[in-house]
């Protein structure tokens, strides 16, 4: 399993400011996985230049503590056709008004994603998010 760095982009920061200053509700709704590598600029990523993206999946995300949210997805090969290099994963949420590329975790070793020949995988993502207070997130 690759390790991968996680980089909170400018328009994430500037949408869990929004939720926490107004005791919002974030929204996770999926996580995208592209081909692409994207590393030194994953801050200046907007969910409008996140390309090259070959599967979604839907997301899930809880409070773990006062600083730390868990965001989650999990999907299967049973669509994909070809082998995929996994350098950049992207995480979009939404409060509800604003949709967001939160993060973009990247690595300089992917993962590869295989196309089913055999039978099906399955693969999970977990990425811990560091905030400065959780206490107004829901």
């Known amino acids: 399993m690759a390790n991968y760095t996680t980089t909170i982009t400018n328009e994430g920061a500037a949408l869990l400011a929004s939720v926490i200053a107004n005791q919002g ?3 996770f709704n999926e996580f995208c996985f592209p081909e692409n590598d994207y590393t030194g600029q994953e801050s200046t990523l907007t969910e409008g230049t996140f390309l090259g993206v ?3 999946a839907s997301a899930a995300a809880s409070v773990i503590d006062s600083t730390t ?3 989650s997805a999990q999907f299967d090969n049973s669509t994909i056709t070809g082998n995929h290099d996994l350098y950049s994963i ?3 949420g939404t409060d509800g008004n604003t949709t967001a590329l939160i ?3 990247t690595t300089t ?3 590869v994603i295989r196309e ?3 039978g099906t995988s399955t693969y999970a993502f977990n ?3 560091s905030v400065s207070d959780t206490s107004q997130i829901t």
């Open 25 to 27: 509700t974030l929204t």
């Open 54 to 56: 070959f599967i979604t």
């Open 69 to 71: 949210i868990k965001a």
């Open 90 to 92: 992207g995480i979009v």
């Open 103 to 105: 993060a973009v975790c």
């Open 109 to 111: 070793d992917p993962d």
């Open 116 to 118: 089913p020949l055999t």
């Open 127 to 129: 990425v811990n998010l």
